[in-house]
């Protein structure tokens, strides 16, 4: 059964830091490009940042700079380090393949206060 489980969201001030994790059961990530992706209540879910298998990664212009994908293909886990974050980050995070999608997971919840 594909499973996708993220975790690691929570409560920060402005300018602080969470690092994400997904881990994935079910199919193997390694030959897979992944990403994450947010979503505000009332908003298409859009792309954060995404990694392919050979490590080449891109970030939404609004992020640059504040955060890092990486992956763990032994683990099959994808990461997700956040830096110096704003109210404006405030949403649910969800990994998922970059092109090949699969089943969405619950998400984790992000919540940055000013």
């Known amino acids: 059964q594909i499973q996708l489980v993220e975790s690691g969201g929570g409560l920060v001030q402005a300018g602080g830091s969470l690092k994400l994790s997904c881990v994935v059961s079910g199919f193997s990530i390694q030959q897979y490009q992944m990403a994450w992706y947010r979503q505000v209540p009332g908003k298409e879910r859009e792309l954060v940042a995404a990694i392919t298998r050979y490590q080449t990664t891109e970030y939404t212009d609004s992020m640059k700079g504040r955060v890092a994908i990486s992956r763990d293909n032994d683990k099959n886990t994808v990461f997700l380090q956040m830096n110096n974050l704003t109210p404006e980050d405030t949403a649910v995070y969800y990994c998922?393949?970059?092109?090949?999608?699969?089943?969405w997971g619950q998400g984790t919840q992000v919540t940055v206060s000013s």
């Open positions: 998922n393949g970059r092109i090949t999608k699969v089943p």
